[in-house]
C-alpha cells in the first residue's frame, strides 16, 4: 500500500480557479461549469449570478467574469 495523497476536490477546485485567474480563456466548457456549480451553491451576491449565467451559457462569460468566479472560489475580494 503506498502512501500516495490523492488530491480533495476542494483542492482540484483550487487548482482549477488558480489557473482561471491566470488565463480564464482557456478554461474548457466542463471547466467553466463545475467553477460555477461550485460558487451558485453558496451565498455570493454577484459571482452568485456570474456563476448562474456560466451554468446556462459557458460560452458567454466573460474573462472578467471568469476571475471573480476563481477570486471567489480562492478566497480573495475583487479589489474595485
Known amino acids: 500500500m503506498t502512501d500516495s495523497h490523492t488530491p480533495?476536490?476542494?483542492?482540484?477546485?483550487q487548482k482549477l480557479a488558480a489557473r482561471g485567474q491566470h488565463?480564464?480563456?482557456?478554461?474548457?466548457?466542463e471547466e467553466v461549469i463545475?467553477?460555477?456549480a461550485h460558487v451558485?451553491?453558496?451565498?455570493?451576491g454577484i459571482e452568485k449570478?456570474?456563476?448562474?449565467k456560466a451554468?446556462?451559457?459557458p460560452?458567454?462569460?466573460?474573462?472578467?467574469?471568469?476571475r471573480a468566479l476563481c477570486l471567489h472560489i480562492?478566497?480573495?475580494?475583487?479589489v474595485r
Open 40 to 44: 451558485g451553491k453558496e451565498h455570493a
Open 49 to 52: 449570478n456570474i456563476a448562474k
Open 74 to 78: 480562492l478566497g480573495e475580494k475583487k
Open 55 to 57: 451554468e446556462h451559457n
Open 34 to 36: 463545475m467553477l460555477a
Open 8 to 13: 480533495s476536490a476542494t483542492e482540484h477546485l
Open 59 to 66: 460560452e458567454g462569460v466573460t474573462a472578467d467574469e471568469l
Open 23 to 29: 488565463e480564464p480563456k482557456l478554461l474548457t466548457r
